[in-house]
């Protein structure tokens, strides 16, 4: 089987979200986030990524519009370039994600949503909403019309601590990928302890589990629970409800669950979860 060349210099991401927009009849939304793996092999400089995300969403949005347009911008370039058909909204959704200030600010200054990976304790909710707002009233417009995504780890497990102990290899791969200000935690009022420090300085980063579940013994429980929700149904309703009484308007669910099964949190979450959690919020 043969799917065709694949063209190096191309970037087929704007044509992408207007094809899978039409495949999905008006339903898609794009999201947009400056990553962290691969930089170095790939010679990328992602020093100045907030700057490359405003302006690619600000040439994704005029080529969507059927422009033909041409950019020189510090991070983006375009030349005399225009879609080859008509996508069938001009203004697809564009979500930006970002746990950093000046990420958070480029979503409020530019985009329909902003997303935040962990935005779970109240001190990463607020910096959430607040820096996201701060950006939309820099750029003139309502933060209220900047969505607020939370895209959460999530396990449902009678098992408090078993749960938690799933939660532990991607915490250690959060703070790899902050070191080595482990940002997201330290705006949570948390300090990675020395000894897990000090391994995950040590460590590349990776997504291969084995080095990541050799360091997660030592990751402590306000870790997990400062940036996940796991635990019982209860616990999971109550941090959803938290959430969404502090401004959080959507969850992005990353399942990860005690019995290997991704299912077995999809389905608890849809069936012992989110009930409840309507009938808290009706």
């Known amino acids: 089987m043969r799917t065709g060349l694949l063209l190096l210099p191309s970037r087929p991401a704007r044509m992408a979200i207007a094809t899978l927009d039409e495949i999905a009849g008006g339903r898609a939304v794009l999201g947009i986030g400056a990553g962290v793996s691969g930089f170095r092999e790939l ?18 949005r ?5 422009e033909t347009v041409s950019v020189k911008g510090d991070q983006v370039a375009f030349h005399e370039g225009r879609l080859d058909f008509a996508p069938p909204r001009p203004a697809v959704p564009i979500y930006v994600a970002s746990q950093r200030a000046a990420g958070c600010r480029v979503a409020g200054r530019v985009a329909d949503g902003a997303i935040m990976q962990g935005c779970v304790a109240d001190p990463l909710v607020s910096f959430f909403r607040e820096t996201v707002a701060e950006g939309a009233r820099g750029a003139g417009r309502d933060p209220a019309a900047v969505d607020l995504v939370a895209r959460i780890n999530v396990c449902v497990a009678d098992d408090r601590r078993a749960a938690r102990d799933v939660m532990r290899p991607t915490i250690v791969r959060s703070l790899a990928a902050q070191r080595p200000d482990f940002f997201t935690f330290t705006t949570a009022g948390l300090t990675p302890p020395a000894a897990l420090r000090d391994k995950v300085l040590a460590l590349p980063y990776t997504h291969d589990p084995a080095p990541l579940k050799a360091v997660a013994p030592e990751v402590p429980d306000e870790l997990v629970d400062a940036v996940t929700l796991a635990g019982p149904p209860a616990d999971v309703v109550d941090g959803v409800v938290r959430l969404a009484r502090a401004g959080i308007g959507q969850l992005m669910v990353f399942p990860l669950a005690v019995d290997g099964r991704i299912e077995t949190t999809v389905e608890r979450f849809a069936r012992e979860v989110m009930p409840r959690v309507r009938e808290a919020l009706a």
């Open 43 to 60: 010679g990328v400089d992602a020093s100045r990524s907030a700057v490359a995300i405003r302006e690619a969403v600000e040439l994704i």
């Open 62 to 66: 005029r080529l969507l519009a059927g």
